[in-house]
């Protein structure tokens, strides 16, 4: 299983006290999807989106990637999902004070060893997904 991180700093391996080269830094874009892919990735995600039946009102469309995962702490189903708001600008200057009109949320769930629940595939959980969706867009009003 993938395990996201940032690289802190890169250390000899006989001393990790000694830093050979800086990690990344505090907001540092360290990877971007190129101008080209995005649209195809956008179109593949609502595709997803869709097939899981999972619902929003109001401003939001969604977007979503699910996943499996088999590691030795047991397995996982995920469903990644972007609410994104209409009104969203995507410029990163977000104004958080008005953000319940503009903001668009990006909502992670994992289930842990879903065969005790009867899961099988991450789309099984999409109820679930559902409930989460739902809590978020009932702050919305």
């Known amino acids: 299983m993938v395990r996201p991180f940032v690289l802190k700093n890169i250390v000899d391996t006989n001393n990790p006290a000694t830093v050979l080269e800086n990690g990344s830094q505090s907001n540092e874009v360290i990877a971007t999807i190129p ?7 956008l ?10 039946d999972v619902y929003t009102s109001g401003n939001f ?3 979503a990637k699910t996943g ?3 590691t030795w702490e047991g397995d996982f189903l995920y469903i990644t999902g972007c609410l994104k708001n209409v009104n969203d600008n995507a410029d990163n200057s977000y104004d ?3 953000y319940k009109e503009n903001g668009s949320y990006i909502i992670v769930m994992q289930v842990r060893n879903p065969q005790y629940h ?18 978020v867009l009932e702050n919305q009003n």
């Open 35 to 41: 101008e080209e892919y995005r649209q195809n990735l």
């Open 43 to 52: 179109d593949g995600m609502l595709g997803v989106a869709s097939g899981l």
């Open 61 to 63: 469309t969604f977007y």
């Open 68 to 70: 499996t995962a088999e």
């Open 96 to 98: 958080y004070m008005n």
């Open 118 to 135: 009867g899961l099988g595939f991450a789309s099984e959980s999409s109820y679930l997904y559902q409930g989460i969706v739902n809590a």
